[in-house]
């Protein structure tokens, strides 16, 4: 795909329209094409479109996997794949994290788009397919750490977060960036039966943190498309910060000139503040973070400060 080209104003509802009736034309063909078995009755257009869908979702996983940069990666062992992947927090489905893969499953994740609102010129809402096609995807080696005092160590596939802020057209009021998931509790039973919990899930930074080049935007791990558990299909990876940051399906960001709350800090804002670096001489009231457990491995790591990312972003908070 060419470069970005960034909708005008007046684009924007309709960029959002194509998306989602080539969406929509797409099942009917896929449906259609089910009930007469197989030979087509479409007209030219409906059919046309109908194949566009199709192949943005082929380009997409062709690019699995993306190429790795080099200029991430841990001196650490790579925790096993089904171990990251069979150990999650996302409490949308379950708080057992040995469960949520299993429970998480079923979940549609496609189509999916994202809203860019608030003090952006860019407002309005992307398919995630066409977003992944005009940034590219490269994968980056980062440590992850839980608040809990676990860690591991992955491979993301995606793209850097500054890419889609730069996208959206951040106007000169906007200091912050907020990002919500999304809020199915039909589906996402964790939403209900966690009913006192501020659903759904929303997570906040400054808009020089966001835009720092470690803050991505992540599609994918291990070389595949993100699995439901990890987030999909389009989650935040902020390395620096204790996971709960990283919030995952992300369907809104919103640019706005005051700090915005985040979920864990509205439910115990003595345990979760707004920065969240991991930082090993702060305890959390529950855990101590001197120390982190290297999940699979069992190996007991001393934490580092920013998670071993001081040089990228010491910067930022002096
Ligand atoms: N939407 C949403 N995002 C979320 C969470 C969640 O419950 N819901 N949990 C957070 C926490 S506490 C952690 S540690 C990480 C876990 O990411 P992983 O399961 O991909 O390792 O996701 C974060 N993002
Ligand atoms: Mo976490």
């Not at 009755?41 to 190429?67: K, T």
């Not at 199915?184 to 964790?190: D, V």
């Not at 915005?260 to 101590?288: C, G, I, K």
Request: aromatic letters at 14%; proline letters at 6%; glycine letters at 6%.
């Amino acid at each position: 795909m060419a470069l970005v080209r960034v909708p005008r104003s007046w684009e924007i509802r309709e960029n959002l329209v194509t998306a989602e009736s080539a969406y929509l034309n797409r099942r009917h063909f896929l449906k259609t094409t089910a009930a007469i078995g197989g030979s087509l009755f479409l007209n030219g257009g409906l059919q046309a479109e109908s194949e566009e869908a199709v192949s943005d979702r082929d380009a997409v996983q062709a690019l699995y996997p993306p190429e790795w940069n080099p200029a991430y990666r841990v001196h650490l062992p790579m925790t096993e794949e089904a171990v990251a992947g069979r150990y999650n927090n996302f409490y949308e489905f379950t708080t057992i994290k040995e469960k949520v893969y299993e429970v998480a499953q079923s979940f549609e994740t496609y189509p999916w788009t994202i809203e860019l609102d608030g003090h952006c010129e860019n407002k309005g809402r992307f398919d995630v397919d066409a977003l992944i096609r005009q940034f590219g995807i490269e994968e980056r080696v980062y440590r992850f750490r839980c608040v809990e005092a676990w860690a591991m160590v992955v491979p993301w596939s995606g793209f850097p977060l500054h890419k889609l802020i730069d996208f959206a057209m951040p106007t000169d009021k906007a200091q912050y960036v907020c990002m919500y998931a999304f809020f199915r509790s039909e589906e996402a039973t964790g939403q209900k039966k966690q009913n006192w919990y501020p659903w759904p899930y929303f997570e906040g930074m400054r808009l020089d943190e966001a835009r720092n080049e470690l803050a991505v935007m992540a599609t994918g791990i291990y070389g595949k498309e993100m699995p439901v558990q990890h987030g999909a299909p389009i989650r935040l990876v902020v390395p620096w910060k204790y996971g709960y940051k990283s919030i995952k399906s992300v369907v809104k960001i919103e640019f706005s000139r005051r700090q915005p709350d985040t979920f864990w800090n509205t439910l115990s804002p003595r345990e979760y503040d707004f920065w969240s670096n991991v930082n090993p001489a702060v305890p959390h009231p529950r855990w101590s973070q001197a120390t982190e457990l290297m999940i699979g491995s069992g190996e007991r790591l001393q934490t580092l400060k920013y998670n071993g990312y001081r040089k990228q972003v010491e910067h930022l908070y002096s």
